[in-house]
């Protein structure tokens, strides 16, 4: 759209350059063998600089294209020989000096414009034009080459200014769902791992403990309705985790499931940018222990020095149950990643398995 308008806009300018002589030759001198003459050359004229400025203006360059150029100075120049120079029609030695800058490259239209801007006022000269217009058709050209220049580049700065906004969209939609993607996984696996254990424990005890089963069934529910409550809060991008709470929450979780386990003690002075990233870490930490390591304790551990906050989780069931895969280390390395700390995750050596991140005490 932009690139018709100012496409549009440099055959206004051309026209104001030319129609007042073809007016004339209409209107004044009404020989129908010079307005048809005129007409065929102006028509040319349009339909060649219109085409030449779309490509160019469009980078669709071609060698051809300086033959067209040569063939619209040719035509332009033809005309105040062919029709006289008084009229108007000494202006057709400027119009192809916009298209200079738009062909050529900046060094050859530069070149070529000098020597246009030289040899136009000695055509002019020969054809009888008078000395201020031949000092306005030096003046002119070198500056109609600039101008050309300038908006050509103005367009592709614009164009490329608003490719740039577009990929910069494009990345915050990818960010944003891989975001939400990340969120997702790490919530519904985490609470749906809570639930088929809470199922499991209440099947063991169907029998011989019906109010364990009723307290298990419970406790299904309400982690069932605080799974829901927290995908709506993903779907929002509202959702908070807070250290404190996932501790509380995993420790509960993982003793239910016949694993040692004890809460480790929070600061109250822990600044309250840790708590998200390092509370992703223990939610997925519970999900990953309950899911791959077959493990009989796990401790936790939380600690802060001068320049940053720890948590580490470590259980002994490494190795003991296959690995289906997943994304959730990597997703919490990019957590941590984004919030400029430190993550390790992997066996240690001695049958534990091993998960550490720490978060600058000061915000990033």
């Known amino acids: ?170 990345s915050a939609v990818g960010e944003e769902r891989m975001r939400f993607a990340r969120d997702l996984h790490d919530v519904l696996g985490h609470s749906l791992q809570a639930v088929a254990l809470r199922a499991e424990v209440a099947e063991r005890y169907l029998e011989r403990d019906p109010g364990r089963v009723r307290k298990e069934l419970a406790e299904i529910q309400t982690m069932a309705r605080d799974a829901v409550r927290d995908v709506r809060e993903v779907v929002r991008g509202h959702r908070r985790t807070s250290l404190r709470t996932e501790l509380d929450g995993m420790t509960a979780v993982l003793r239910a499931a016949g694993i040692r386990t004890d809460r480790p003690e929070v600061g109250a002075d822990l600044p309250e940018h840790v708590h998200e990233p390092l509370g992703w870490v223990a939610r997925e930490a519970t999900t990953n ?25 470590t259980n002994d069931g490494a190795g003991r149950r296959p690995h289906a895969g997943g994304s959730g280390l990597s997703g919490l390395a990019e957590r941590i990643a984004a919030a400029g700390g430190e993550f390790i995750a992997g066996p240690v050596g001695d049958g534990t398995f091993r998960v550490a991140a720490s978060v600058p005490k000061g915000a990033s």
């Open 1 to 170: 759209m932009i690139a018709a308008i100012i496409v549009a806009m440099a055959l206004v300018a051309m026209a104001g350059l030319l129609l007042p002589a073809y007016w004339y030759e209409v209107f004044e001198r009404a020989d129908p063998g010079r307005v048809l003459a005129a007409t065929a050359f102006l028509g040319a004229i349009f339909a060649l600089y219109g085409r030449l400025f779309w490509q160019n203006l469009m980078r669709r360059t071609a060698r051809s294209h300086r033959l067209g150029l040569l063939a619209l100075t040719v035509l332009c120049w033809s005309l105040p020989a062919l029709f006289g120079a008084d009229q108007g029609w000494g202006n057709a030695l400027l119009a192809p000096a916009g298209l200079f800058a738009v062909v050529l490259p900046v060094r050859e239209s530069t070149v070529t414009a000098g020597a246009v801007a030289l040899a136009a006022p000695l055509y002019g000269a020969l054809l009888g034009q008078p000395p201020q217009t031949l000092l306005y058709t030096f003046v002119a050209i070198p500056f109609m080459t600039f101008s050309g220049y300038v908006t050509v580049w103005f367009f592709h700065v614009v164009r490329e200014l608003e490719e740039a906004r577009a990929e910069l969209a494009r």
């Open 289 to 313: 222990v309950l899911r791959h390591a077959a493990a009989t304790w796990c401790l936790i551990t939380v600690w802060a020095d001068d320049a940053q906050v720890w948590v580490e989780i």
